[in-house]
């Protein structure tokens, strides 16, 4: 009996001893559980800020690139736009000057020379027209009708005339080739970006 009673209190001490160590080993579980799921808890939130400082590095450098490249094209297309634009004035220049030396031919245009010079020589004191050799042909039709003592000048001017004093110090020039000069200047890229 004292053997068995020895016996009982050996196996509920072992009883008591197995669910403490039991209970020891579940909550050193569920700590440990806790603490891991914790320190990845913090390292997936850790991770995902890294990750998040990275993506917007990347945004922030594909948008850098993005900006670049617009800009380039922007550039590039500018470049083109002005080229096309000045190929244009050229083209234009050529054909307006093939059409004021082709009406430099016309009949109309000794009268349209002499009206123009009427128009502008009581502007100044003037005595001499300035006639591209070409038109030294009117010569004596527009001193009939001016006044003034026509002389060759120095250039083919398409067409129009300078004014000139009797002491040459005060011109007027009205050439076809000044006019069309002035013309595409008023063509330049600022004026045509204003617009």
């Known amino acids: 009996m004292n053997a068995e009673k020895t016996e009982r209190k050996l196996e509920y001490f072992a009883n008591t001893m197995h669910h403490i160590v039991e209970a020891k080993k579940q909550k050193a579980k569920q700590e440990t559980t806790a603490g891991l799921s914790k320190t990845a808890s913090e390292a997936l939130e850790s991770i995902a800020r890294r990750n998040k400082v990275i993506l917007k590095a990347k945004q922030d450098e594909i948008k850098r690139s993005a900006n670049r490249q617009i800009a380039q094209a922007k550039v590039r297309a500018l470049a083109r736009y002005v080229q096309m634009r000045q190929h244009q004035i ?53 001193t009939a009708a001016t006044g003034l003592l026509p002389e060759a000048g120095c250039h083919d001017f398409v067409g129009g005339f300078i004014l000139v004093n009797q002491t040459r110090s005060i011109q007027m020039d009205y050439t076809f080739k000044t006019l069309l000069s002035i013309a595409k200047k008023e063509f330049s890229y600022d004026a045509g970006c204003q617009g």
Do not use: K, N, W
């Open 90 to 142: 050229e083209r234009l220049c050529v054909d307006v000057q093939a059409q004021l030396a082709q009406f430099t031919q016309e009949t109309e245009y000794e009268s349209y020379l002499i009206g123009r010079i009427t128009q502008v020589q009581d502007i100044g004191d003037f005595s001499i027209v300035q006639l591209s050799p070409h038109d030294m042909r009117l010569e004596a039709a527009i």
